[in-house]
């Protein structure tokens, strides 16, 4: 039964998003949310040459898909929980210190984050004034991120008693009040690794299915009825968007999608109290995110590059790399690294 529900749930979000992404693709054009042609820069006001040059290409492109999906697990997942327990279907928690804290914890992240990407969306694409990274300055992007994250992060350590890190073959470690701005960095550095990796067609989407799928098998293995849920809702209405956005892509997540995505992934493998496990399942992202950042500090204190372009899969298009190449490749490793971290977390 506890597969089974998560099962057929993951079915019907995929049903109801392959059947409602047409007409929203067709929304996004005519209200015009597309990629239009620009010259990008980068956190430094620095022009991106080598950015534009491989994805000129891709302007025209709806962007914005992450908005159906948030809409359609959202909507689907509050309503099927209380049917559930008007049908009184056993309903069990991971955490049974205020479970409904738990589903309140799920859809702030889900909704905040996407609020969040959709104005910069908003702003980036619909010509009004620009400034720093595109919409929102960087500073300010990352200011509204470590807010949001500081309130999930209490929530888990106060409301839910979530205060612990487990490191595989090493042991369990009690954080106390450190748990906070631990939880913190998990979750705004993982919103902003997968909106880094979401710069070529399907490599983003692609990734996180094959990553919410290791966390939804976690999910099970502990019968936490809600995650399972959510998650099963999420993959279902991740590949019908995946569909339309392998290559070439006729729809991107945009900044919606792919910080909304980000955290919540993030906030699931904290409830899931596997934090170390989200590195390995999350390899893509760790590798995208850690080539950007290594970049970035290189440029502010010797002022010089390291990489000749960042972050990892930009550099593997410059060098010859084909974008089907890359992501069917990078999607090979992270389907490995997955099944390394379910081994791992179940051991």
């Known amino acids: 039964m506890q597969a089974v529900l998560p099962l057929g749930l993951l079915f019907l979000s995929f049903c109801l998003s392959a059947i409602a992404i ?21 956190a430094f006001g620095k022009p991106t040459p080598i950015f534009d040059h491989f994805h000129a290409k891709k302007a025209g492109t709806p962007v914005g898909g992450g908005m159906l999906v948030i809409a359609i697990v959202s909507i689907l997942f509050m309503i099927i929980l209380p049917l559930l327990e008007f049908f009184e279907v056993p309903i069990t928690f991971n955490h049974l210190k205020n479970p409904g804290t738990e589903i309140s914890v799920l859809l702030f992240t889900f909704l ?6 959709l104005y910069d969306d908003i702003k980036k694409f ?15 992007k990352l200011l509204i991120q470590i807010i949001l994250a500081l309130i999930i ?18 042991g369990t470690f009690e954080l106390g009040w450190l748990y906070v701005p631990f939880a913190t ?29 290791g966390l939804w098998i976690i999910s099970m293995s502990i019968l936490d ?3 399972s849920i959510f998650i099963g809702l999420f993959i279902g209405s991740l590949i019908a968007f995946l569909y339309f956005n392998i290559y070439p892509a006729r729809l991107f997540l945009g900044d919606v999608g792919a910080l909304s995505f980000g955290a919540t992934f993030a906030v699931i493998g904290l409830l899931l109290g596997k934090p170390i496990a989200l590195v390995i399942i999350g390899a893509i992202f760790v590798l995208e995110i850690g080539s950007s950042f290594i970049q970035l500090l290189s440029k502010r204190f010797r002022h010089k590059k390291i990489f000749p372009v960042s972050p990892i899969h930009l550099y593997l298009q410059k060098i010859g790399w084909e974008e089907p190449k890359i992501v069917q490749r ?12 379910i081994w791992v977390t179940l051991l």
């Open 22 to 42: 047409i007409p929203f693709i067709d929304l996004l054009y005519k209200i015009n949310f597309k990629r239009a042609k620009q010259k990008t820069i980068d």
């Open 112 to 117: 905040s984050f996407g609020i969040l990407g």
């Open 126 to 140: 619909f010509g009004f004034k620009k400034s720093g990274f595109f919409g929102l300055r960087m500073p300010q």
């Open 153 to 170: 992060s209490f929530t888990l350590y106060y409301s839910l008693g979530i205060s612990i890190l487990n490191v595989p073959f090493i």
């Open 185 to 213: 960095f998990v979750i705004v550095a993982f919103a902003n690794a997968v909106n880094i990796t979401d710069g070529l067609d399907g490599l983003a989407s692609g990734t996180l299915l094959f990553s919410m799928i």
């Open 225 to 227: 009825v809600p995650l």
């Open 330 to 341: 990078f999607w090979l490793i992270q389907i490995m690294f997955t099944l390394f971290g």
